[in-house]
């Protein structure tokens, strides 16, 4: 008790040594800034001068009498080297401010001395006159006094040698190391005055320049496009094989109007200038209303659901099922069965007194009696009196996004975004709207059927919207899952593959929902929907343009922007700071704009997946993991470690912690190069 008393009152000593210690630099600070202002508002007229009379009243300088006073004798005595030991003080006292140390500060305090006997005699040398108004000379007592000695026995050459020298020691002395503290120093002082107070309208006015510089080091990479100019809202890029011809591409820089720009891999003659790319400038919006949605006959045909034969199999797994049970005492009957494309649903009605726990307990006994891999216990189930058990099949049945098309009916028309994910364990499709979730998180192993759900999100999106209802980002660390899009009409720029551009990406997208906030606060309206809602002529009205050029600036329609990160983990091992940090941002406040995002790692780590990643992920789907604790991770449960793999998986709605298991949907690469060549 004695040692963590003496602890705490060495503890509040120190405290109040160290509030101590930043006030005394503080002042200092100002002290030397007040002698500062002085020095550099002196007037020969202020007293207490000898050299004018009568003295200015009130006096010229900026901190008054005693700022004229002080100046005096300090320009008169020193001379301009003053202004060399103010300057350095308060860089020294900044330093310290920001909790950094001074290397050797006796050898700092020698430089400073020296530079500043070098400053005054340098000055008399090259201004021997008034240069302050003294008689004397400009260099103050010290700068003159020191000059004529040294002349008197080394002569001008030898002073000036000396004086070289002087210079040289005392800048090495007072300098080394000390510039690179110095700016850290600065540097910190600035971000905790002003660094949380940055405009947002001046982030909001480089935004469409940082994705012009995206776009421009994201194309050198690709073959040669034309990048259609306009705002990122309207900006319908279309990449062509034709090249323009080079008469028409001089005519059109000549004019510097908007025009199609060729970029090619290492010609940076025709880069677009940036203000013809701003959403502030005049654009005319690229028309989709003869755009072709992908027919259904690109699609590959679905496949037949199971013979008769499997009806039979499902009966004798449910005999063999109630056996089980009976051997170990447990009075419960299979009153129900729904086969799905991977696993059998069986429901049991357990005899009163039967506790769910004990059903729970025999998971491993269950899969040995029906010869099953795993077998999934889902107690109780939603708005039933029944528990089910999940029983894998022995033959799987391929999911095609077709047959989920077919199945789905009219109901993904009323949706956004419709997302055709799988079959669940009845059969039924599995189709969600990414509007309602309104983010998405997605995790699995290597071959758990990962990158398959994402290529048949991509492609719900190409058969479903337009390139002007939606457009999509897409983020590929790995460089090779998402190769397959990098030409679809509703990609916004390139797929991103160094993480450098990514983070650059994420920026630019929370400038733009900020500025999407802007633009519907403008419009009186509370998310996307009830913007495009409103029409041409009533969103005309609502903003009320003053001239044709204002008019065209206004967006008539606001597409939803989707990014799609394929591989978290590798974007969190090099900037996890900046990408958790924008990341979080976009999934608290981008939904009423229109920006959805779907991340993706095979990694569910406490590391990858954040606390704040997850918490603002409330749609999560879960393919096979390894272990249980990644299983929690994603799906804050168990489960997910006994799925089979190859699109199987457990998919959690927002604001329910039931988990539906489904087969996801299946999309081989013929299929996606007939979309996209569509």
């Excluded at 308060?90 to 305090?109: D, H, M, Y």
């Excluded at 306009?230 to 094989?241: D, F, I, K, P």
């Excluded at 047959?403 to 059969?427: F, R, T, V, W």
């Amino acid at each position: 008790m004695k040692k963590k008393k003496s602890y705490k009152r060495r503890s509040k000593r120190e405290q109040k040594r160290s509030l101590i210690r930043i006030a005394l630099r503080c002042l200092g600070v100002v002290f030397c800034l007040f002698l500062l202002c002085s020095c550099l508002s002196f007037d020969l007229g202020d007293w207490p001068s000898k050299y004018q009379a009568p003295h200015n009243e009130p006096a010229a300088n900026w901190c008054g009498s005693i700022g004229a006073f002080c100046a005096y004798n300090l320009l008169y005595y020193i001379g301009p080297g003053i202004f060399v030991v103010l300057v350095a003080t308060i860089s020294f006292l900044v330093i310290k401010l920001a909790n950094r140390e001074i290397g050797q500060p006796i050898l700092r305090t020698i430089g400073l001395v020296l530079v500043t006997v070098a400053a005054s005699m340098s000055f008399y040398c090259l201004w021997p006159g008034w240069l302050f108004g003294f008689q004397a000379g400009s260099g103050g007592v010290l700068g003159v006094g020191l000059t004529q000695i040294l002349r008197g026995h080394f002569a001008s050459l030898g002073t000036f040698i000396l004086l070289v020298a002087v210079w040289i020691v005392g800048v090495v002395l007072l300098a080394d190391g000390v510039m690179v503290a110095l700016l850290h120093g600065f540097g910190f002082v600035v971000e905790r005055l002003i660094g949380a107070a940055v405009p947002a309208w001046s982030a909001a006015r480089q935004h469409s320049q940082v994705l012009s510089e995206i776009w421009r080091e994201l194309s050198a990479k690709q073959k040669p496009v034309v990048l259609a100019e306009g705002t990122e809202e309207a900006v319908e890029e279309e990449w062509e094989e034709e090249e323009p011809e080079e008469g028409e591409a001089a005519e059109e820089e000549a004019a510097e109007e908007p025009a199609d720009i060729e970029v090619r891999r290492k010609v940076k003659k025709k880069r677009p200038r940036p203000n013809a790319q701003r959403d502030q400038g005049a654009f005319v919006q690229p028309s989709y209303d003869d755009y072709d949605l992908p027919p259904l006959d690109l699609l590959a045909e679905p496949e037949h659901t199971f013979p008769a034969v499997q009806e039979k199999v499902v009966k004798s797994k449910a005999a063999d099922l109630e056996t089980l049970l009976s051997e170990f005492n447990i009075n419960a009957k299979v009153v129900a069965a729904e086969t799905g494309p991977v696993v059998t649903m069986f429901e049991l009605e357990l005899a009163a007194g039967v506790k769910v726990s004990q059903i729970s307990a025999l998971s491993n006994d269950m899969a040995r009696a029906l010869a099953a891999g795993a077998v999934r216990v889902v107690a109780p189930l939603p708005g039933k009196h029944t528990i089910g058990i999940e029983v894998p099949n022995s033959e799987k049945e391929r999911v095609r996004i077709k047959n989920m098309i077919e199945l789905a009916g009219s109901k993904p028309q009323k949706m956004q975004i419709p997302l055709y994910l799988g079959k669940d364990s009845s059969g039924e499709a599995l189709v969600s709207d990414l509007t309602k979730m309104p983010h998405l998180l997605i995790a699995g192993t290597t071959g758990s059927g990962k990158s398959v759900c994402i290529n048949s999100i991509v492609v719900g999106v190409l058969l479903t919207k337009r390139p002007d209802e939606v457009k999509m980002i897409l983020i590929d660390p790995k460089m090779v899952e998402m190769t397959a899009f990098n030409t679809i009409p509703h990609l916004m720029c390139p797929i991103v593959t160094e993480t450098k551009m990514a983070v650059q990406i994420l920026e630019w997208a929370t400038v733009k929902m900020d500025e999407r906030y802007a633009l519907l606060a403008e419009a009186k309206v509370k998310n996307i929907a009830d913007f495009n809602k409103l029409g041409a002529e009533e969103i005309s009205k609502r903003f009320n343009a003053a001239t044709e050029e204002e008019e065209a600036k206004i967006p008539k329609k606001l597409p939803y922007i989707v990014i799609i990160i394929d591989e978290l983990a590798d974007l969190m091992m090099t900037a996890a700071k900046e990408i958790e940090g924008y990341i979080v941002r976009l999934a608290q406040k981008s939904r009423a704009v229109g920006i959805h995002i779907v991340l993706a790692t095979q990694r569910p780590q406490a590391t990858v997946v954040t606390g704040l990643i997850k918490s603002n992920m409330p749609s999560r789907v879960g393919f096979r993991v390894a272990a249980r604790m990644d299983s929690r991770i994603i799906l804050d449960q168990n489960g997910a470690e006994t799925l089979l793999g190859e699109g199987d998986m457990l998919f959690l709605k927002p604001g329910t912690s039931d988990l539906i298991r489904a087969q996801g949907t299946f999309l081989d690469d013929a299929e996606i190069r007939r979309i996209v060549k569509h």
